[in-house]
């Protein structure tokens, strides 16, 4: 979208997961922002740039590959502010030490800061602030002061006044950073003296300005999944091209929420949408799957098989391609963890970025009003449609349903698969030691995201009585010391676990219904217990691990406004039970854990 405002915030990308969040949140308060390469030439800045901010990223300052930004920018006479790998950077560039850290750090941390620095006025002493990191800044280069000190960093904030640039190792963009915006705030209007001058009412009118240009005189097909960003994407085309150039296909994949498809039908139907059609897939689906374990082919195969879909639909319309677009409900999420930055690293591939869209996206044959929006903006356009809240505020689903949340494995559980070393076994002890806890890993994997770097690492479980503080500080230090883990869950029921086999599993239509049947329960409890806006996503995981038989569910309640960062939800201990019970009630379920990782180091699915 094109910038109609005088003045900007611009941020050098330099690859990590949250720079379209730190782009969001300067939006939130009502700046422009712009993101561009790292190494945008310093002379190209100068006019309407009131302030520079380079992100954090997965790199390391000493890569020889490593983003770098134009030196001239710190001679500009430009506020700076660098974030995470930014933070290192400034100081690498500018006369400082950077070292390898001990440990990575991940997660909730204490920050104590000068509260004389300029960005820390109002913010307490201490404060919590989001770390994802493993480099550290050793020594500030001259001119520089420390500004703040964290648990895992004695630099984690620096500040020269005079120049007026300053960094910090934490994420002040994140919501669980608490004075995170507070602190962009002092940046933003202190520092650089910007005014407010965008909204997303204003934002919404250049979406649709844009989109009128970018289809032409093409109409538009819109894959429906049933999620809030599908429906909204589906709503707004309609209102901009009209409803006789807008046809909406939901595909039934077989990996839906329990009787989602009629629930689609009904709601669009209730809207006055006739320009719809839903197609049961879900024998293709599961016929282009079987046999596959590996979580990526899966995402891959998925979005594939909607292309093939799509293609065919549009050929019984007899509907020339070409005149026709593909519509999506593509948010920045999505595309940020596919890792289509330059210097991002891929969390997960998502099916709406497989390799066939993507050929439709460089022949300009895809429109995605929503792809610089996040969640919370998503739902905000949503009610400034009409939508009902009902829909608006609906739980979002991942475009491959159930089938990244049914866990896949071809091997029988072997004692010697997995095993934690000596040294592993050490640090975990450390954590637990003033706790009534047990452990073991578990022999799969799930992926992660520590140090804006992709993870695919083993869960730990927990098991006896437990709070929840406890469980949330073990879960954030353990990943932090152990490469091997990347998730802890804790055991509901049984109360603990002597032994059990990990089953040879795929993806069959029976445990797709016992899955769906899962999912119903516990999502049914949380509806009841007036929890849907509070948790934002509720993922219902099956792993193969079986006791009698069966197969086990993980629990993973979520709270967050963006989606790039998130904490697990503390669900009350009475419901808790009362949703265990359930759960061990469905066939074929054996045992029911807690996912309790935030994320970092967590990623929202375990696919």
Same mark, same amino acid.
């Given at each position: 979208?094109?910038n109609?405002?005088?003045?900007?915030?611009v941020? =050098?990308?330099?690859?990590?997961?949250?720079?379209h969040l730190?782009?969001k949140?300067?939006?939130d308060l009502?700046?422009?922002?712009?993101?561009?390469?790292?190494?945008?030439?310093?002379?190209? =800045?100068?006019?309407?740039c009131?302030?520079?901010?380079?992100?954090?990223?997965?790199?390391s300052?000493?890569?020889?590959?490593?983003?770098?930004v134009?030196p001239?920018?710190?001679?500009?006479?430009?506020?700076?502010?660098?974030?995470?790998?930014?933070?290192?950077?400034?100081a690498h560039?500018?006369g400082?030490?950077v070292?390898?850290?001990?440990?990575?750090?991940?997660?909730?941390?204490?920050?104590?800061?000068?509260?004389?620095?300029?960005?820390?006025?109002?913010v307490p002493?201490?404060?919590v602030?989001?770390?994802?990191?493993?480099?550290?800044?050793k020594e500030?280069?001259?001119?520089?002061?420390?500004a703040?000190?964290?648990?895992?960093?004695?630099?984690?904030?620096?500040?020269?006044?005079?120049?007026?640039?300053?960094s910090?190792?934490?994420?002040?963009?994140?919501?669980?950073?608490?004075?995170?915006?507070?602190?962009?705030?002092?940046?933003?209007?202190?520092v650089?003296?910007?005014?407010?001058?965008?909204s997303?009412?204003?934002?919404?009118?250049?979406?649709?300005d844009?989109?009128?240009?970018?289809?032409?005189?093409r109409?538009?097909?819109?894959?429906?999944?049933g999620?809030v960003?599908?429906?909204v994407v589906?709503?707004?085309?309609?209102?901009?091209?009209?409803?006789?150039?807008?046809?909406?296909?939901?595909?039934?994949?077989?990996?839906?929420?329990?009787?989602?498809?009629?629930?689609?039908?009904?709601?669009?139907?209730?809207?006055?949408?006739?320009?719809?059609?839903?197609v049961d897939?879900?024998?293709?689906f599961?016929?282009?799957?079987?046999?596959?374990?590996?979580?990526?082919?899966?995402?891959?195969?998925?979005?594939?098989?909607?292309?093939?879909?799509?293609?065919?639909?549009?050929?019984?319309?007899?509907?020339?391609?070409?005149?026709?677009?593909?519509?999506?409900?593509?948010?920045?999420?999505?595309?940020?963890?596919?890792?289509?930055?330059k210097?991002?690293?891929t969390?997960?591939?998502?099916?709406?970025?497989?390799?066939e869209?993507?050929k439709l996206i460089?022949?300009?044959?895809?429109?995605?009003?929503l792809?610089?929006?996040?969640?919370?903006?998503?739902r905000?356009?949503?009610?400034?449609?009409?939508?009902?809240?009902?829909?608006?505020?609906?739980?979002?689903?991942?475009?491959?349903?159930?089938?990244?949340?049914?866990?896949?494995?071809?091997h029988?559980?072997d004692?010697?698969?997995?095993? =934690?070393?000596k040294?592993?076994?050490?640090?975990?002890?450390?954590?637990?030691?003033?706790t009534?806890?047990?452990?073991?890993?578990?022999?799969?994997?799930?992926?992660g995201? !520590?140090?804006?770097?992709?993870?695919?690492?083993?869960?730990l479980? =927990? !098991?006896?009585?437990s709070?929840?503080?406890?469980?949330?500080?073990?879960a954030?230090?353990?990943p932090?010391?152990?490469?091997?883990?990347n998730?802890?869950?804790w055991?509901?029921?049984p109360?603990?676990i002597e032994?059990?086999?990990i089953?040879e599993?795929?993806?069959t239509?029976e445990?797709?219904?016992?899955?769906?049947?899962?999912?119903?329960?516990?999502?049914?409890?949380?509806?009841?217990?007036?929890?849907?806006?509070?948790?934002?996503?509720?993922?219902?995981?099956m792993?193969?691990?079986?006791?009698?038989?069966?197969?086990?569910?993980v629990?993973?309640?979520?709270?967050?406004?963006n989606?790039?960062?998130?904490?697990?939800?503390?669900?009350?201990?009475g419901l808790?039970?009362?949703?265990?019970?359930?759960?061990?009630?469905?066939?074929?379920v054996?045992?029911?854990?807690?996912d309790v990782?935030?994320k970092?180091?967590?990623t929202?699915?375990?696919?």
């Open positions: 979208m094109k109609k405002t005088h003045e900007k915030i941020i =050098l990308d330099c690859g990590s997961q949250f720079t730190i782009s949140k300067v939006r009502g700046v422009y922002s712009e993101i561009v390469m790292p190494d945008t030439r310093a002379s190209s =800045l100068v006019g309407t009131k302030g520079i901010i380079i992100s954090g990223g997965p790199s300052v000493f890569s020889d590959d490593s983003p770098k134009d001239n920018i710190f001679d500009l006479d430009i506020p700076i502010l660098g974030i995470c790998y930014g933070h290192q950077l400034i560039m500018l400082g030490e070292a390898k850290g001990e440990k990575g750090e991940y997660g909730k941390s204490t920050l104590e800061c000068d509260t004389n620095c300029s960005l820390f006025e109002d002493q201490k404060s602030v989001w770390m994802s990191h493993f480099d550290e800044v500030v280069p001259e001119g520089f002061s420390v703040a000190a964290a648990e895992g960093s004695d630099i984690a904030a620096m500040a020269n006044e005079e120049r007026k640039i300053f910090m190792q934490f994420h002040p963009e994140v919501t669980h950073t608490e004075y995170g915006e507070t602190i962009l705030s002092h940046f933003l209007f202190d650089c003296s910007v005014k407010k001058t965008w997303l009412e204003q934002y919404l009118e250049e979406i649709e844009e989109t009128r240009k970018k289809v032409g005189d109409s538009v097909f819109v894959l429906l999944s999620g960003d599908s429906l589906f709503t707004l085309l309609n209102k901009i091209l009209s409803k006789d150039r807008v046809f909406g296909l939901h595909v039934d994949t077989g990996f839906m929420r329990k009787d989602e498809s009629k629930e689609i039908a009904d709601a669009m139907d209730t809207l006055g949408y006739k320009n719809i059609k839903i897939a879900s024998q293709e599961f016929d282009n799957v079987k046999g596959v374990f590996d979580p990526e082919e899966k995402r891959k195969i998925i979005g594939r098989t909607f292309i093939d879909v799509f293609n065919r639909e549009v050929e019984k319309l007899y509907l020339d391609s070409h005149e026709w677009m593909l519509g999506q409900g593509t948010i920045y999420p999505d595309t940020i963890e596919s890792g289509r930055t210097h991002a690293d969390i997960k591939t998502h099916h709406n970025r497989v390799a869209i993507e460089l022949e300009g044959r895809v429109v995605e009003p792809e610089k929006l996040y969640k919370d903006d998503v905000k356009v949503g009610e400034v449609l009409g939508l009902p809240e009902k829909l608006v505020w609906r739980r979002p689903f991942p475009g491959p349903g159930l089938a990244i949340m049914a866990l896949c494995t071809d029988a559980y004692d010697s698969s997995f095993t =934690l070393s040294e592993d076994n050490e640090v975990i002890d450390e954590c637990i030691s003033d009534d806890l047990s452990y073991f890993p578990l022999p799969l994997k799930s992926v995201v !520590q140090g804006d770097e992709r993870t695919y690492a083993h869960p479980v =927990l !098991q006896g009585d709070d929840y503080e406890t469980l949330e500080r073990v954030t230090e353990v932090n010391a152990l490469k091997s883990i998730r802890v869950v055991l509901l029921h109360k603990k032994a059990f086999d089953k599993a795929t993806l239509k445990r797709i219904a016992v899955l769906q049947e899962a999912h119903a329960v516990a999502n049914k409890h949380l509806e009841e217990a007036g929890l849907s806006k509070k948790i934002k996503e509720m993922p219902v995981v792993i193969p691990l079986s006791l009698n038989g069966g197969e086990s569910i629990l993973r309640p979520l709270t967050t406004e989606f790039m960062t998130i904490r697990f939800f503390r669900i009350p201990g808790l039970k009362e949703m265990t019970d359930d759960l061990l009630n469905v066939p074929g054996d045992a029911v854990f807690y990782t935030n970092p180091p967590g929202v699915q375990w696919e």
